[in-house]
């Protein structure tokens, strides 16, 4: 038997190649054949999200417990600066003490307040000297005036406070409304007292938007930051 040496034809007899459209690349680049890396565009559009992320709403695309490192704050009247959290501006007329900050938004970011000022004798807190009574103290009233949510204080914490101003404490609670079905209208109340030589300030946060909200850990790296006006 002989052996057939003829080449095998690549295609069948019948096979007719499809006609070819694509346009003439004779004239591009090295680069602009390969095209743009999957990875280029994957890192372009995330970048190109955070920017529009952060110029609506800068506190969504960052960490829960972070202080953010935003600007500072100076209060003449009480003589603290304190930090203000990237997303949060500084309000005119505060509704206790002297200082308010408050979410850049609306909807129930503006449930969420920080405030502060000098203990001065008209708080009633004032009239404690041991700052965790005197915090204590000035979380009912803040829970009663500004927060006016009513109900059992659940969670309740305490923790130490030293910053450049002096030494104090910290005290939290989380309040659940008496009524089952008002389940919604709980809230969170923390109040710090601190300072030294007779002379002491302090810092409130309230927050009916427990969901979104930073915590207390949150609060603590703002407090343990405050610093001296100037």
């Given at each position: 038997?002989?052996?057939?040496?003829?080449?095998?034809?690549?295609?069948?007899?019948?096979?007719?190649?499809?006609?070819?459209?694509?346009?003439?690349?004779?004239?591009?680049?090295?680069?602009?054949?390969?095209?743009?890396?999957?990875?280029?565009?994957?890192?372009?559009?995330?970048?190109l999200l955070l920017i529009v992320a952060v110029?609506?709403?800068?506190?969504?695309?960052?960490?829960?417990?972070?202080?953010?490192?935003?600007?500072?704050?100076?209060?003449?009247?009480?003589?603290?600066?304190?930090?203000?959290?990237?997303?949060?501006?500084?309000?005119?007329?505060?509704?206790?003490?002297?200082?308010?900050?408050?979410?850049?938004?609306?909807?129930?970011?503006?449930?969420?307040?920080?405030?502060?000022?000098?203990?001065?004798?008209?708080?009633?807190?004032?009239?404690i000297s041991d700052d965790q009574g005197a915090?204590?103290?000035?979380?009912?009233?803040?829970?009663?005036?500004?927060?006016?949510?009513?109900?059992?204080?659940?969670?309740?914490?305490?923790?130490?406070?030293?910053?450049?101003?002096?030494?104090?404490?910290?005290?939290?609670?989380?309040?659940?409304?008496?009524?089952?079905?008002?389940?919604?209208?709980?809230?969170?109340?923390?109040?710090?007292?601190?300072?030294?030589?007779?002379?002491?300030?302090?810092?409130?946060?309230?927050?009916?938007?427990?969901?979104?909200?930073?915590?207390?850990?949150?609060?603590?790296?703002?407090?343990?930051?405050?610093r001296p006006a100037g």
């Amino acid at each position: 038997m002989g052996t057939d040496d003829a080449p095998v034809p690549e295609y069948a007899a019948d096979y007719a190649p499809a006609p070819d459209d694509a346009p003439d690349a004779s004239h591009l680049t090295p680069e602009e054949k390969r095209g743009p890396r999957t990875v280029h565009v994957a890192l372009g559009l995330l970048a190109l999200l955070l920017i529009v992320a952060v110029a609506t709403t800068p506190a969504s695309v960052l960490p829960r417990d972070s202080t953010l490192h935003g600007e500072h704050h100076v209060d003449e009247e009480s003589g603290l600066e304190l930090a203000v959290p990237v997303g949060w501006r500084v309000v005119s007329d505060a509704e206790i003490g002297s200082v308010q900050l408050v979410p850049v938004g609306t909807g129930r970011a503006l449930d969420t307040r920080i405030l502060a000022g000098a203990l001065e004798p008209g708080i009633a807190a004032a009239a404690i000297s041991d700052d965790q009574g005197a915090a204590t103290a000035l979380a009912e009233t803040i829970q009663l005036y500004v927060l006016g949510v009513s109900g059992i204080r659940d969670e309740r914490r305490v923790t130490r406070v030293d910053n450049d101003l002096g030494t104090g404490a910290a005290v939290s609670y989380v309040v659940v409304p008496d009524e089952f079905a008002d389940l919604d209208s709980g809230g969170l109340v923390y109040t710090a007292v601190f300072g030294e030589e007779g002379r002491r300030w302090w810092v409130a946060y309230v927050t009916t938007s427990q969901q979104s909200a930073p915590g207390v850990k949150w609060m603590d790296d703002i407090v343990d930051g405050v610093r001296p006006a100037g």
